[in-house]
Nanobody, 117 residues
Framework: QVQLVESGGGLVQPGGSLRLSCTASGNTVDRNIMGWYRQAPGEERDMVAAITSAGGTTYADSVKGRFAISRDNAKTTVYLQMNSLKPEDTAVYYC???????????WGQGTQVTVSS
């Protein structure tokens, strides 16, 4: 089992910035991908950004150039730096741990991000 604890959501004005954090604990295997997904009301949960244990990254087209994903040296905490936020970024943001040894996914509880003036 892997437990994920997210933090950093909140209310921000358009053009502002937020930094989300997600820390994994438990059976954190070396081969993994950590990612951020988001879900707005009535919408599907979509990938925002992801980073492999080797440091490779991928981003949704809608956030390229505005968001940056990174990991700490222990590789159990992932960050999402969100800049130039837009109202359409409003959603619940979820952290995901993909275990590529046991082939199982784990999700955090979600953190609300609201972009509004």
């Amino acid at each position: 089992q892997v437990q994920l604890v997210e933090s950093g959501g909140g209310l921000v004005q358009p053009g502002g910035s937020l930094r989300l954090s997600c820390t994994a604990s438990g059976n954190t295997v070396d081969r993994n991908i950590m990612g951020w997904y988001r879900q707005a009301p009535g919408e599907e949960r979509d990938m925002v950004a992801a980073i492999t244990s080797a440091g490779g990254t991928t981003y949704a087209d809608s956030v390229k150039g505005r968001f940056a994903i990174s990991r700490d040296n222990a590789k159990t905490t992932v960050y999402l730096q969100m800049n130039s936020l837009k109202p359409e970024d409003t959603a619940v943001y979820y952290c995901k741990w993909s275990d590529f040894v046991n082939f199982v996914d784990y999700w955090g509880q979600g953190t609300q991000v609201t972009v509004s003036s």
